[in-house]
């Protein structure tokens, strides 16, 4: 009787997550609203909707949208309390459509879907070393696109521009470009060429600038991967930056992945291709699913080891005879290498100490 009535006093709280307001939803063990709270995204919101939730009933499990994002700091702070956190995908159009969409509604449909056993993946941890890693890959990914746009528009200009500057400043070698645009002095006081001489004066400056920062950022990614991912790094195509994006994915909690199948699917490189048929055309596409910075980290080591693995150039030359794609003999690559690589990341995960890093 008394585990009965434990049972039944027993909660869960759901949460839609914001970047300023967090809405929560408490229902019980049949299922029923109990009630809804919103808080302010703070330490003190994060007490106020615990101790609310608590005073409902016996809380030991909560889902929560967004916990990589919005709901970072809340999944810490509930974490720390000893409470099982759930991460839980917003619903599927079809069903806001259907049920309508509002906040206390959505957090109530991730308390139901902890309820029910649709919603059961573990969030992951962001406290450790892939999370150091994570940032500073971040921040290069957006160097190298703003350091590529900054040269395309140096190009762009200089093509549509006057023959004597573009035969002054045009140079093979980026570098060589961006700085000749610094050097750049117009002796003509029209407007036009005016313009150009600083826009191309500012862009030269800005490639430069991003140069320095993406050295100093790529050094900093190749100290830490060097130091918690020593056995991936050792792997041929394996370098700084497609180590980091693997370990991020993997994340500081990688008993998240129960097997390879598991990584795998995470990466977007699951064996089966997904069938496309339609009338008479009976054909598969590959997955587009799962982390498509993993994905692309995986096809990058793939290409280097077609260019310069001769076990790996056999292989594709064999598939090549049997008359599979390029994109489905890097499809089957990708997936070998996920296979190979999977104990290494998580050897290298459990290796690392995380007491310097919170």
């Not at 993946?121 to 994570?134: D, F, L, M, N, V």
């Not at 957006?142 to 200089?158: D, F, P, W, Y």
């Not at 180590?243 to 500081?252: K, P, W």
């Not at 089966?272 to 995986?298: F, V």
């Amino acid at each position: 009787m008394n585990n009965l009535q434990t049972e039944n006093n027993e909660v869960i709280l759901g949460v839609d997550t914001h970047l300023d307001v967090h809405v929560g939803a408490v229902i019980n063990s049949s299922g029923n609203l109990l009630g809804t709270r919103a808080v302010s995204v703070s330490s003190h919101g994060y007490l106020d909707l615990l101790e609310w939730a608590e005073s409902l009933g016996k809380l030991k499990q909560a889902g929560v949208e967004g916990t990589g994002t919005y709901g970072a700091g809340l999944c810490r702070f509930l974490t720390s309390r000893g409470i099982v956190i759930i991460e839980v995908n917003r619903p599927d159009r079809s069903n806001r459509r259907r049920q309508g969409k509002s906040d206390p509604l959505n957090a109530g449909n991730a308390a139901r879907a902890v309820h029910s056993g649709t919603a059961t993946a573990t969030p992951k941890k962001q406290h450790g070393a892939c999370e150091a890693i994570r940032i500073i890959s971040v921040a290069r990914r957006s160097a190298v696109k703003a350091k590529t746009q900054a040269m395309n528009q140096i190009r762009g200009i200089l093509v549509s521009g006057p023959q004597d500057i573009r035969e002054l400043v045009w140079k093979t070698k980026p570098h060589d470009c961006a700085k000749a645009c610094i050097e750049m002095i117009s002796s003509d006081s029209s407007d036009l060429l005016e313009s150009m001489t600083e826009t191309l004066k500012l862009l030269g400056q800005r490639w430069l600038i991003l140069t320095d920062e993406l050295a100093l950022l790529d050094k900093k990614l190749d100290k830490l991967t060097n130091e918690h991912c020593k056995q991936l790094r050792t792997r041929m195509g394996v370098g700084p930056y497609t180590a980091g994006i693997l370990v991020t994915v993997a994340g500081d909690n990688p008993e998240r992945l129960r097997n390879e199948a598991a990584l795998a699917a995470l990466c977007g490189v699951n064996p089966l291709p997904l069938p496309a048929s339609s009338g008479k055309t009976i054909r598969h596409r590959l997955n587009r699913g799962g982390n498509r910075e993993a994905n692309n980290a995986l096809w990058t080591i793939a290409l280097v080891r077609a260019r310069s693995d001769p076990r790996t150039r056999l292989y594709v030359a064999r598939r090549t005879a049997e008359g599979l794609t390029t994109k489905e003999i890097y499809r089957c690559l990708k997936r070998y290498i996920v296979r190979e690589l999977y104990p290494l990341i998580l050897s290298d995960l459990k290796r690392i100490n995380f007491s310097g890093l919170t």
